[in-house]
T-cell receptor, first 114, second 114 residues
Framework: GQQLNQSPQSMFIQEGEDVSMNCTSSSIFNTWLWYKQDPGEGPVLLIA?????ELTSNGRLTAQFGITRKDSFLNISASIPSDVGIYFCAGPSGIRAGNEKLTFGTGTRLTIIP | KAGVTQTPRYLIKTRGQQVTLSCSPI?????VSWYQQTPGQGLQFLFE???????NKGNFPGRFSGRQFSNSRSEMNVSTLELGDSALYLCASSLGTGLNEKLFFGSGTQLSVL
C-alpha cells in the first residue's frame, strides 16, 4: 500500500526560528494535505495542495506540492509557542478521488525550547 | 456551527469485551470516516460511511465494524477487544459529495484495553 514518510521525526527549535519538514511517498498523489495535531485533539487541516509545483501559504506557513507528485514540503517561519504539536502530511487513497480516505504520514513532532 | 463530537472521551475496557464509540458529524455533513491512531502505527484509516452505506474500508479485521444512521451520526464497534486495540479513535466528517473537500476531525475517544 501507499506509505508516506516524513522527516524529520522530531524537531527541537528555539522560538523565532524557521522550520522545514518534508513528506515523501512511494507513489504519486494528486492532492497533498498538511495537518497539525495538538495534544489530546484531532488533526486540523492547515494547507491543501492540488497541483504539482503549487506553492500555497497560510499565514506563516508555506507548503509546496513537489513536481514529481511524490513529495511535499512544509515551512513555518518565525516559530511561536503555539506552533508546538505534531504535523502530518496526508493524501487521499480512496476509490473515489475525494478526501474521505486519507493515508497519513508518520508525523513530525515540533518542540520549542524555552 | 458545532464541530464533530465524539463520545465518550475516554474509555477503559478489558480484553474480550466489546465497545461502541459514537460520532456526531457537523450539521449537513453526510460522510463520516474513522481512524485509529497509535504511537507505533500512526493514523490508520478504518472505514468511511456515506448515506448509511460503507463506501471505503481500510485493512482492519472484522472485529472492527461501523454503521451510520439516517441523521448521519455514526458508531463504530470493536468486538473481542485485544490489548493492541488501545488507541485514540478519531472520527472525521465532510460533505462527501465532491472532490477536495475538507475533513474535520473530532477530538477522539481514547480507548485503553487492560
Amino acid at each position: 500500500g501507499q506509505q508516506l514518510n516524513q522527516s524529520p521525526q522530531s524537531m527541537f527549535i528555539q522560538e523565532g526560528e524557521d522550520v522545514s519538514m518534508n513528506c515523501t511517498s512511494s507513489s504519486i498523489f494528486n492532492t497533498w494535505l498538511w495537518y497539525k495535531q495538538d495534544p489530546g485533539e484531532g488533526p486540523v487541516l492547515l494547507i491543501a495542495l492540488y497541483k504539482a509545483g503549487e506553492l500555497t501559504s497560510n499565514g506563516r506557513l508555506t507548503a509546496q506540492f513537489g513536481i514529481t507528485r511524490k513529495d511535499s514540503f512544509l515551512n513555518i517561519s518565525a516559530s511561536i509557542p503555539s506552533d508546538v504539536g505534531i504535523y502530518f502530511c496526508a493524501g487521499p487513497s480512496g476509490i473515489r478521488a475525494g478526501n474521505e480516505k486519507l493515508t497519513f504520514g508518520t508525523g513530525t513532532r515540533l518542540t520549542i525550547i524555552p | 456551527k458545532a464541530g464533530v463530537t465524539q463520545t465518550p472521551r475516554y474509555l477503559i475496557k478489558t480484553r474480550g469485551q466489546q465497545v461502541t464509540l459514537s460520532c456526531s458529524p457537523i450539521s449537513g455533513h453526510r460522510s463520516v470516516s474513522w481512524y485509529q491512531q497509535t504511537p507505533g502505527q500512526g493514523l490508520q484509516f478504518l472505514f468511511e460511511y456515506f448515506s448509511e452505506t460503507q463506501r471505503n474500508k481500510g485493512n482492519f479485521p472484522g472485529r472492527f465494524s461501523g454503521r451510520q444512521f439516517s441523521n448521519s451520526r455514526s458508531e463504530m464497534n470493536v468486538s473481542t477487544l485485544e490489548l493492541g486495540d488501545s488507541a485514540l479513535y478519531l472520527c472525521a466528517s465532510s460533505l462527501g459529495t465532491g472532490l477536495n473537500e475538507k475533513l474535520f476531525f473530532g477530538s477522539g475517544t481514547q480507548l485503553s484495553v487492560l
